[in-house]
């Protein structure tokens, strides 16, 4: 399986992304996705996640300013991001939960003050 995200950025605080990710290679509609964020010198967090049936979770420190969707025909997950902050700086994975397939290199979201 590859995945493949992208959508990242600069920006400046309180503005919003979009984050998108394609995967291939694998059945995607039964599975539950994630993403996941790395801030620089931190380990990798886990940020969101979607059931193969909608439901989402989030880490706190996002609720209400992030909305993590899909859309199983195109194996595409996306992360809407409002209201970003400096500390939503990372780099941003996607997944499924653990087991993880293979990380692959993610998109920078850079949000300055």
């Known amino acids: 399986v590859q995945l493949q995200a992208s959508g990242g950025g600069l920006v400046q605080a309180g503005e919003s992304l979009r984050l998108s990710c394609t995967a291939s290679g694998s059945q995607f509609r039964g599975i539950s996705m994630a993403w996941y964020r790395q801030a620089p010198g931190k380990q990798r967090e886990w940020v969101a996640t979607?059931?193969?049936?909608?439901?989402?979770n989030y880490l706190d420190s996002v609720k209400g300013r992030f909305t993590i969707s899909r859309v199983n025909a195109k194996k595409e997950l996306y992360l809407q991001m409002n209201g970003l902050k400096p500390e939503d700086t990372a780099v941003y994975f996607c997944?499924?939960?653990?087991?993880?397939?293979?990380w692959g290199p993610g998109t920078l979201v850079t949000v300055s003050s």
């Open positions: 979607i059931s193969s049936s909608g439901m989402a």
């Open positions: 997944n499924r939960l653990p087991p993880p397939y293979a």
